[in-house]
């Protein structure tokens, strides 16, 4: 089993940052390929970011335009979301997921059907 905790979400205004936390608990952390996905208000959830164990691959939602940048501390069992320039339409729940399974294509821990832990997310709000 793995355990995966969110932190960092909160109100802020739009251009603002922010970096969200996934920490995670249980089994090997190093060794999963970690991911983000979002949910807003009224809308499925959808993909995000994803960075493999070694931090040698990432991928990014197009949506995006480059704002976001997933990292990860191995040593920290932590896996971060740094969100900058947010808009509005940034605003919902951020939720840290992990596979239990390995994926030769990075593009498997995009989807919701591919992960198997989850955390329960936090909220971020963009406002002024």
């Known amino acids: 089993q793995v355990q995966l905790v969110e932190s960092g979400g909160g109100l802020v205004q739009p251009g603002g940052s922010l970096r969200l936390s996934c920490a995670a608990s249980g089994r090997t952390f190093s060794r999963y390929t970690m991911s983000w996905f979002r949910q807003a208000p009224g809308k499925e959830r959808e993909f995000v970011a994803t960075?493999?164990?070694?931090?040698?691959?990432?991928l990014y939602a197009d949506s995006l335009e480059g704002r976001f940048t997933i990292s990860r501390d191995n040593a920290e069992n932590t896996v971060y979301l740094q969100m900058n320039n947010l808009k509005p339409e940034d605003t919902a729940v951020y939720y840290c997921?992990?596979?239990?399974?390995?994926?030769?294509?990075?593009?498997?821990?995009?989807?919701?059907?591919?992960?198997?832990?989850w955390g329960k997310g936090t909220l971020v709000t963009v406002s002024s």
């Open positions: 997921a992990t596979s239990g399974r390995y994926y030769g294509n990075i593009r498997a821990y995009t989807t919701e059907s591919g992960m198997d832990y």
């Open positions: 960075i493999r164990w070694n931090s040698g691959s990432t």
